[in-house]
């Protein structure tokens, strides 16, 4: 069965640098997605990602985050200069219709960010 | 503030009962209704989508949408120790492509 794949599974970084963080969505998929998960907390939306271009994202995304679709298969969000408080579990997620009311989303296995 | 209510357990179960697990929601006009499964360190994982009003079964899993009522539940039957996670109650509108989560019921079924 097809699966969202993440890498890696674990990011250990120093405050104030840059992490990428990288998935690779279902193959027929077109609409993607990352969310975080604060450890004991909600699982949190980040940002979606359409045609190239982002189609809605939350407060949190501000402007130290960014995502790109640099190829056919990879999708990666960036953080510029992390902070303590972007320690979370990172998924990433994609669905075969978007915006739709039909939209299930499936989740990959996240990558554990730690941010010393 | 969109908001998804869910208790957050510990929800206990014999081996072999039915578990029933309730949301609600603040979003009247939300459209799309999720349960998800979250085992310790791990993923969501879908279990069931509904869209309409009423019930829908998939094996031993039947999901309940009330939309008058803004009230979403998930029964599971025959009830296996491979079930105890957390169950996250999930919603998204017509035209947003977000999903928001409720903080989940945690789910132990004992032998």
């Known amino acids: 069965e097809p699966e969202v794949t993440q890498t890696p599974s674990h990011q250990v970084t120093q405050m104030g640098q840059e992490v990428i963080l990288r998935c690779v969505p279902i193959s027929n998929h077109l609409y993607f997605y990352w969310y975080r998960q604060i450890l004991g907390q909600k699982v949190e939306f980040l940002v979606s990602f359409y045609n190239n271009e982002i189609s809605e994202k939350s407060e949190i995304f501000d402007d130290q985050f960014s995502v790109e679709r640099p190829d056919g298969s990879n999708f990666t969000l960036k953080i510029r200069s992390t902070k303590l408080e972007d320690s979370a579990m990172y998924f990433c997620?994609?669905?075969?219709f978007g915006g739709g009311p039909s939209d299930e989303q499936f989740f990959g296995p996240g990558t554990r960010l730690t941010v010393l | 503030q969109k908001e998804v209510e869910q208790n957050s357990g510990p929800l206990s179960v014999p081996e072999g009962a039915i578990a029933s697990l309730n949301c609600t929601y603040s979003d009247r006009v939300s459209q799309s209704f999720f349960w998800y499964r979250q085992y310790s360190g791990k993923s969501p994982e879908l279990i069931m989508s509904?869209?309409?009003?009423g019930d829908k079964e998939d094996g031993r899993f039947t999901a309940q949408l009330n939309k008058a009522s803004q009230y979403v539940s998930l029964l599971i039957r025959d009830s296996q120790p491979s079930d105890s996670a957390t169950y996250l109650c999930a919603v998204k509108g017509s035209s947003a492509s977000k999903i928001i989560f409720g903080s989940g019921t945690r789910l132990s079924i004992r032998p």
């Open positions: 509904i869209y309409s009003n």
């Open positions: 997620a994609s669905s075969e």
